[in-house]
């Protein structure tokens, strides 16, 4: 069965309600393939959750960028998996790059908020990368294989799940479908190859209006995570872009 195509859109800390106003107008008005082609996911700063989920066309969903490894309770400035569901929220980002490096979350802390998401019924964009001086260390898919890893040994059900391979730096498309069939080939080789050719693997290095037509080409990339150009005009295009998919 073919994988469906899905783009998400990181808005990540930023926007005001007049900026989000303005974007949401314009993914409102944008001529998009249907959901039989592609699965539109977009993740506004948390105090804008209500706003957006408010005023977006019903065929894209809502995300949160973040939330916490356990029920709520006596954890100032957290969100629970359980909040996010009273939302009505179905897909939560986890271990997006920024969280691990910036915030200094471990590769087990993380797996543990996937399998506490998960256990609540949200789908989870579990993001996985490498810095760029592991990059040049040869190193890739050894920071990807323990990201991967520390997942595997704490959910059984993949099916909720969409990787997002987001390098910390960017890459040609070469090497991006070069990294997802070595992600696709883990997969099957460590969880099975049922959950390999099911999973979606999207790319989330840089992705533009200008290079995602080739991405999308690709045949072990299944759309694309996007920060900084999903707040522009070209994400119209970027969504656009899956009807060049495999």
Known sequence: MPRLFFVGGNWKCNGTVKSNEELVKLLNDADVPGTDVVEVVVAPAAVHI???????????????????????????????????????????????????????????????????????????????????EEREAGNTMSVNARQLKALADKISDWSKIVIAYEPVWAIGTGKAQEVHDEVRKWLADNVSKEVADATRIIYGGSVTAKNCGELATCPDIDGFLVGGASLKPEFVDIIKSARQSK
């Open 50 to 132: 209500p706003q957006v989920q408010a005023s977006l066309r019903k065929d894209f969903s809502v995300a949160a960028q973040n939330c916490w490894v356990k029920k709520g309770g006596a954890f100032t400035g957290e969100l629970s998996a359980e909040m996010l569901v009273d939302l009505g929220l179905s897909w939560v980002v986890l271990g997006h790059s920024e969280r691990r490096h910036v915030i200094g979350e471990a590769d087990d802390f993380t797996a543990d908020k996937v399998a506490y998401a998960l256990s609540q019924g949200l789908g989870v964009i579990y993001c996985i990368g490498e810095k760029l």
